[in-house]
């Protein structure tokens, strides 16, 4: 194998692994806002509304994300809606975020024992102090691992966006693999390059499940050393 190259297109690749953080940055940010409003407003008892996000939450978690691209590059063009490229992808993965984050807060918000609602409402909170305030504090925590794996895949599938020309990991490797002839090395380093992203939220996802696990057991970390819930109330 030869590795000669890499240092001249050393400019190229980092160039390309910020704009594949880019994407996946922007669509995770945008797509969990867009997927809790949609998440909460599919609990809400108002049913037009409720059909229309349905709707759309199926549409997107239905179709494959290559579709949707297709779709959208090639539907806006076709209706005379012109958009840049980069728009036009981050749109798509923020669409495609939101359903599924949707879906998780919805699946979330259902699992809260109505206990809970009952009590809330009791001491006068509203509909939407209940939920800032006792159900998505609760359902972070259910979902963050759930959350953390979607979004590992989501970075990942970005790669998808090279197939319409966008200037990503996958799309500018292509480039330095027809300069180079070197196809194996040049997607041995973008594999390298994907694992140094994945690799750490992969772990977070493991330590996140282990807290929950602990702190379903009552065990807490107190000076380095675990105790049981009760003996640390007893202390």
């Not at 160039?15 to 953080?21: A, E, Q």
């Not at 945008?30 to 809790?36: K, S």
């Not at 691209?69 to 975020?97: D, E, P, Q, R």
Request: aromatic share 12%.
């Amino acid at each position: 194998m030869d590795f000669s190259w890499l240092p001249r297109y050393s400019g190229l690749i980092t160039k390309s692994l910020f704009m594949t953080l880019k994407l996946s940055g922007l669509a995770i940010v945008f797509g969990m806002i867009l997927g809790v409003i949609v998440g909460v407003l599919l609990t809400s008892k108002v049913k037009p509304i409720k059909y229309i996000l349905r709707a759309y939450v199926e549409l997107f978690r239905g179709a494959p994300l290559l579709i949707q691209l297709f779709m959208v590059f090639f539907g806006l063009a076709y209706i005379h809606i012109n958009i840049s490229l980069s728009t036009t992808v981050i749109l798509v993965f923020t669409l495609y975020t939101g359903a599924y984050v949707a879906e998780i807060t919805r699946s979330g918000i259902e699992s809260i024992p109505t206990g809970q609602w009952e009590a809330a409402h009791s001491i006068g909170l509203n509909y939407f102090q209940i939920m800032r305030i006792v159900i998505l504090p609760q359902i972070i925590t259910i979902a963050l691992p759930s959350l953390i794996g979607f979004f590992i895949g989501m970075t990942k599938d970005t790669s998808l966006a090279s197939i319409i020309g966008y200037s990503e990991l996958v799309k500018n490797a292509q480039t330095v693999m027809t300069t180079t002839s070197r196809p194996f090395e040049t997607y041995i380093v973008v594999g390298i390059l994907y694992f140094i992203i994945c690799y750490p939220m992969s772990r977070f996802v493991v330590f996140v499940e282990d807290r929950i696990r602990r702190r379903q057991k009552g065990i807490y970390p107190v000076n380095k050393t675990m105790v049981k819930r009760e003996e640390f109330g007893s202390a």
